[in-house]
């Protein structure tokens, strides 16, 4: 069974830092790319982030370019976001999910082979 994971969310100050984690299981971790979108109540889902299968290659929103960073460990079949300089409007829940084809796809269509459990990121003072 597939399984996709995010955690790490919660509470945090304007300008503070949170990081994501994406524990995956079911399926041959290293054979996908994995991407994290997020939805804030309201509004459209939202591509966040996409990593290669290799962690070479990292793509980002011109919402959060300059303040997030992939990263993947293929041998804890985990992937993680590291969120800097955190903006109201990063409030949402973060989703990761895996893909058999390439991240430019699955960013620009919103593409997806299956996707996890969210975690909650509300920034407020």
């Known amino acids: 069974e597939v399984q996709l994971q995010a955690s790490g969310g919660g509470l945090v100050q304007p300008g503070g830092s949170l990081r994501l984690s994406c524990a995956a299981s079911?399926?041959?971790?290293?054979?996908?790319?994995i991407g994290w979108f997020r939805q804030a109540p309201g509004k459209e889902r939202e591509g966040v982030s996409c990593?290669?299968?290799?962690?070479?290659?990292?793509y980002y929103a011109d919402s959060v370019k300059g303040r997030f960073t992939v990263s993947r460990d293929n041998a804890k079949n985990t992937v993680y976001l590291q969120m800097n300089s955190l903006k109201p409007e990063d409030t949402a829940v973060y989703h990761c999910a895996m893909y058999g084809s390439n991240c430019r796809d699955l960013m620009r269509d919103l593409v997806y082979d299956s996707w996890g459990q969210g975690t909650l990121v509300t920034v407020s003072s």
């Open positions: 990593i290669s299968r290799s962690g070479g290659r990292t």
């Open positions: 079911g399926f041959a971790f290293d054979d996908y790319v």
